[in-house]
């Protein structure tokens, strides 16, 4: 039976850089060894890394002055070394959930963290952005709860944000859609998401921001160390790395993130206007503008919350993968990341459709 794989992370990923990958696993670029047993140092890996950094460049358009870094310790590491490196004082941060809360609780450990706004199940607007912070972070994608900042809410923020650094954690919706890159002096994100296997973090990194803190950092996690080494100060993880590449030449090839932007809004329009529109299930975000597209979350409406086992089998059976939500939010969610396709989601739309007309 045919698997639709929605789940939250580690997660889908193209199945043709699945295939590409394992026949590396087996003999890398026809070199008769395996890529888990070459040197990072030969010839023939700095290729890989070299690629990957470019074609991120190429794709989200990454302006002069940045590097794209692929160092280990996923984004949870990245809540503790963006303090070390950028905060002297205070930062402000944006709470729209776990993840946030998780950055929060390091970054207090380095100086004074005001939240400007906490809300879970929408994009906040009201808040007030310290001008003597050293700097400003926000989640894009709320991946539990499945909220999810609008282009618009991004502008806004822009906007008001001044002169403060903008920080974001975009784990769960980096390359699904444009992004204005020059508004940020980081981005970072757990590549497991939309990118690659665990193992690999991505850095968008201005090199203007590093530098300014009087601390002392330890080296690995100072991002200049991870800049002047192009991340390969230690061995890097190459089997993530190889398979970035892979995904973004893909994403390449495809059209790029104008492609996967059009597709990701048609697979959420499908899937969201399905639960909107249901008679058994509907949606845990009511505002619209706030909803994710990676991470759509629903839940049976009160009258049939007992028909959860049941439906949940019933996916099952049609092949529906990691479609369980949170266990803090409870229901389901159906993660759409960049390599489900509409395919993919029309299968759950049916499999929703078929388990209403048997009540
Ligand atoms: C998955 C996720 C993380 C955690 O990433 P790790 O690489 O496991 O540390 C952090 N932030 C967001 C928004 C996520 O979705």
């Not at 939250?8 to 395996?34: N, Y």
């Not at 970054?107 to 879970?120: D, H, I, Q, R």
């Not at 800049?227 to 994403?251: C, D, I, K, Q």
């Not at 329009?269 to 505002?287: G, Q, V």
Request: hydrophobic share 40%.
């Amino acid at each position: 039976m045919k698997k639709y794989n929605f789940n939250a992370g580690p997660s889908i990923l193209p199945q043709e850089v699945i295939k590409q990958t394992a026949e590396a696993v087996i003999d890398f670029q026809g070199e008769g060894l395996s890529l888990l047993e070459i040197s990072h140092r030969a010839k023939y890996f700095q290729p890989v890394m070299d690629e990957a950094e470019a074609l991120m460049k190429e794709l989200l358009n990454i302006p002069e002055g940045y590097r794209v870094l692929f160092i280990g310790g996923g984004a949870s590491l990245q809540f503790c070394m963006l303090p070390y490196n950028l905060m002297e004082n205070k930062a402000a941060y944006v709470n729209t959930g776990v993840w946030s809360k998780k950055a929060i609780k390091e970054a207090k450990a380095f100086g004074e963290v005001v939240e400007l706004a906490t809300s879970t199940n929408s994009i906040p607007t009201d808040y007030t952005i310290p001008q003597d912070c050293d700097y400003l972070h926000i989640t894009t994608n709320n991946t539990i709860f499945g909220t999810e900042w609008s282009n618009s809410k991004l502008e806004e923020l822009y906007k008001k944000k001044g002169t403060v650094r903008l920080v974001a954690d975009m784990s769960s919706d980096i390359l699904s859609r444009p992004i204005d890159v020059s508004q940020y002096d980081i981005i970072y994100g757990g590549a497991q998401k939309n990118l690659a296997p665990a193992g690999v973090t991505f850095v968008i990194v201005k090199e203007e921001c590093l530098g300014h803190v009087s601390r002392h950092i330890p080296t690995m996690l100072d991002y200049r160390t991870h800049t002047e080494n192009g991340s390969m100060f230690n061995t890097p993880p190459v089997l993530p790395v190889y398979t970035a590449m892979l995904t973004l030449r893909w994403l390449k090839a495809n059209g790029g993130v104008q492609w996967i932007d059009a597709r990701n809004k048609a697979k959420a329009d499908l899937l969201y206007s399905c639960i909107d529109n249901s008679k058994l299930f509907m949606p845990t975000i009511t505002e619209v503008e706030d909803r994710s597209r990676m991470n759509i979350c629903f839940v049976l409406k009160p009258q049939y919350e007992d028909l959860f086992d049941e439906f949940f089998k019933f996916a099952s059976a049609r092949g529906m993968v990691g479609i369980k939500g949170h266990r803090l939010v409870g229901g389901f969610r159906a993660s759409c990341y960049n390599a489900m396709d509409i395919e993919g989601v029309q299968a759950l739309v049916d499999t929703i459709h078929e388990f209403e007309k048997l009540h």
